[in-house]
């Protein structure tokens, strides 16, 4: 069964210093991962999204991630954290179906929380 | 583009009470997903649909819960005899086409709370 797992429920950053947040998946078949954050009381923003296209991909606001595929990884990060990226940061792998298809309905992590401080 | 709308966007009701959310998706967004967020945890995935068909729902849609999407546009989702444990973000994705590709855009969910 696919599964994500985020490394780190909270990450506290100061303004102007880079972002690191962890994710590692498990899927057997080439999974389609994304990452999406969520401002309180609000729906989810996508990011950014893999799909086999190209290991390194850049998303909005300044982020990238990479997928690795021999450690099971797909981290997010940033350069240089601004303070309006404080938000709960998802990290999504769709579903696939046992013949290696898909239903696109996607699975979440648990989340981590970034927390800028000026 | 005006993007998925959900309504309510609060809902405080009674236990025992019915309850039902309306999603309108992207407009031509053929697929229509609905989500259940609890407090710290991320959405788990409820129900999809591809057009008018309901195609998959989650060991987590009790019979209580029961969505539909007439026309294959807006959806409902109604959950009868409200409990406790019901209270959540529900949140309503859509999206184009069918690949595992395809992003979903959400909505901002509807938030109900269950006294």
């Known amino acids: 069964a696919q599964s994500v797992t985020q490394l780190d429920s909270h990450v506290s950053v100061s303004e102007g210093t880079p972002v690191l947040l962890r994710c590692n998946y498990s899927?057997?078949?080439?999974?389609?991962l994304f990452w999406y954050v969520q401002h309180p009381n609000k729906g989810l923003q996508l990011l950014l999204k893999?799909?086999?296209?190209?290991?390194l991909v850049k998303g909005i606001n300044g982020f990238e991630a990479e997928f690795k595929k021999s450690e099971t990884s797909f981290h997010l990060t940033k350069p240089s954290a601004h303070m309006s990226d404080a938000a709960e940061y998802f990290c999504v792998v769709s579903e696939e179906l046992n013949y290696g298809g898909s239903q696109g309905n996607l699975i979440f992590g648990k989340g981590t929380k970034l927390s800028v401080k000026p | 583009d005006t993007g998925v709308s959900q309504n309510p966007r609060h809902k405080i009701t009674k236990r025992g009470q019915n309850v039902t959310f309306r999603c309108d998706p992207i407009?031509?967004?053929?697929?229509l997903y609905w989500y259940r967020q609890t407090l710290g945890q991320g959405p788990e995935f409820l129900t999809y649909?591809?057009?008018?068909?309901?195609?998959?729902k989650s060991r987590l849609l009790s019979d209580r819960f029961s969505a539909e999407r007439p026309k294959g546009s807006f959806s409902t989702l109604e959950i009868q005899r409200t409990e406790q444990g019901d209270s959540a973000m529900y949140l309503c994705?859509?999206?184009?086409?069918?690949?595992?590709?395809?992003?979903?855009?959400f909505g901002d969910g509807t938030r109900l709370s269950i006294l």
């Open positions: 649909f591809q057009n008018e068909a309901q195609l998959e």
């Open positions: 899927s057997s078949y080439s999974p389609s």
């Open positions: 407009s031509e967004h053929n697929r």
């Open positions: 893999y799909t086999s296209a190209a290991t």
């Open positions: 994705a859509s999206s184009l086409g069918s690949g595992s590709n395809q992003p979903q855009h």
